[in-house]
């Protein structure tokens, strides 16, 4: 592992932590192993059978209590030892930090995405400022996947259809690997990500730069779902409530319900109740609530929770960020804007996970110079990458398969409108060798 007892500044808090247990644990383990070992060794030698000596009978011995008793008393303090101090850092590390900015990361074959409060998102980059806690907000769009920043010396699974939360204390500037642990299919080895941390300056400087998203922020696409989906015709958000329990400060409440047990209204609570509302129903409220499984994706889902979680003071979005956002002009130049929107595209399907845009080979061809190249085909012959070639291969990959790569790449069919379609194509075309 990366540096694990290099000296100087650790990367995190957690680094100085788990590596001080880690330690504690193997030194024990190492005293007790050289003084069997030793022990051991010693009595061969000075008991064993001496040359020209009578044989005698072998001692009767039938048990010694004190030193039974001493054998079973220490192992086992020394076991509790290594359980409380084990437990004393776990506590720590799942406690929730106070201030902690919120972000929600997706795994997904094969690559990480993050999204910030703000509306932003990136793919494979984490980028957060040093000194301030990190709760990440985890969830994968297919199969289990674990986030792993070995620097950090944490690990958390990414379980499809539930959200896991970790929290970082980014304390050192640096680049630091992020890595998926949970084997999730051919490309799980290339499925990883940075997480850049920043000196504060640095970073508010770089949010600067970086192109302000075009449309809402995350909780401001909650809230248009919510009103959409009908939620505020049960739910009023303070004041005198409707059917439901209001939603002004429900998140991070604790919730009395109907069966007399308590939740505290946490992501994964807010979760359920979307999707599965009778499953814990707050007392006193009629059990009405209808399913929003299959209506609601696991984007729009997480949407209405920042929306939520927004409602209740959570979820910060750093003051001076929305004016900011609002205040950029806009590229309205039509060619341009349409090779931003289809990069920003390419990145939120996916597509870059498995398509690299510097010539590399990943699971697919490379996007570097893939307009009016000519491929052979799986099936035999040949095909040059027009714009019709790209347009069907997005659509319906399975029809035009590049020889030499796995049969593998989802249907966009309907899930990409034709102008999105053709903004991906347009970005594609910019990528020359
Ligand atoms: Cu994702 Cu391995």
Not at 3 to 16: F, I, K, Q
Not at 323 to 338: I, L, S, V
Not at 366 to 394: H, M, N, P, V
Request: glycine fraction near 10%; hydrophobic fraction near 40%; proline fraction near 6%.
């Amino acid at each position: 592992m990366a540096n694990a007892y290099a000296l100087g500044e650790a990367a995190s808090r957690t680094t100085v932590q788990v590596d001080a247990l880690f330690l504690f644990i193997t030194l024990v383990s190492l005293f007790f192993f050289l003084l069997v070992e030793g022990l051991l060794i010693y009595f061969a030698i000075k008991y064993r059978r001496k040359k020209g000596a009578e044989p005698a009978a072998t001692p009767d011995i039938r048990g010694n209590l004190l030193l039974e008793s001493i054998w079973i008393v220490i192992p086992s303090l020394v076991v509790a030892a290594f359980f409380y101090y084990g437990y004393r850092v776990f506590r720590d590390i799942r406690t929730p930090s106070p201030g902690a900015t919120d972000i929600h990361a997706v795994g997904r074959q094969w690559l990480f995405e993050f999204r910030y409060p703000d509306g932003r998102s990136s793919i494979n980059e984490l980028r957060v400022p040093a000194g301030r806690p990190v709760k990440l907000i985890l969830t994968s769009d297919d199969v289990i996947h674990s986030f792993f920043v070995p620097d950090y010396r944490l690990k958390q699974d990414m379980v499809p259809g539930r959200y896991t939360t970790l929290y970082l204390h980014p304390d050192k500037a640096g680049t630091y690997p992020i890595l998926c642990a949970e084997y999730c299919g051919v490309s799980h080895s290339t499925m990883r990500a940075e997480l850049i941390v920043m000196e504060p300056d640095a970073y508010a400087a770089w949010r600067e730069k970086k192109e302000a998203p075009a449309g809402l922020s995350l909780a401001e696409r909650g809230k248009a779902l919510a009103e959409k989906s009908g939620c505020l015709g049960c739910h009023a958000l303070e004041g005198k409530e409707k059917f439901g329990p209001n939603f002004g400060k429900v998140f991070g409440r604790k919730v009395l319900l109907a069966d007399g047990t308590s939740v505290t209204a946490d992501e994964e609570y807010l979760r359920e109740s979307i999707l599965d509302p009778k499953a814990k129903v707050v007392k006193g409220y009629p059990a009405t609530m209808p399913t929003f499984k299959g209506s609601l994706s696991p984007e729009d889902v997480g949407a209405i929770i920042a929306y939520l979680t927004s409602l209740s003071g959570g979820g910060r979005e750093e003051k001076g960020e929305k004016e900011k956002r609002e205040g950029a002009p806009a590229n309205k130049d039509g060619e341009a804007e349409a090779v931003r929107k289809g990069k920003t595209l390419a990145e939120t399907y996916g597509c870059l996970g498995c398509h690299s845009a510097d010539g590399s080979v990943r699971v697919g061809p490379s996007f570097q110079g893939i307009y009016g190249r000519q491929t052979e085909l799986e099936s035999g012959g040949k095909a040059t990458a027009d714009e019709a070639y790209l347009r069907e291969s997005i659509n319906q990959p399975r029809a035009k398969v590049v020889k030499g790569f796995p049969n593998v790449m989802p249907e966009f069919k309907g899930k990409i409108s034709e102008e999105d379609l053709s903004a991906v194509i347009a970005y594609l075309k910019t990528l020359k060798r």
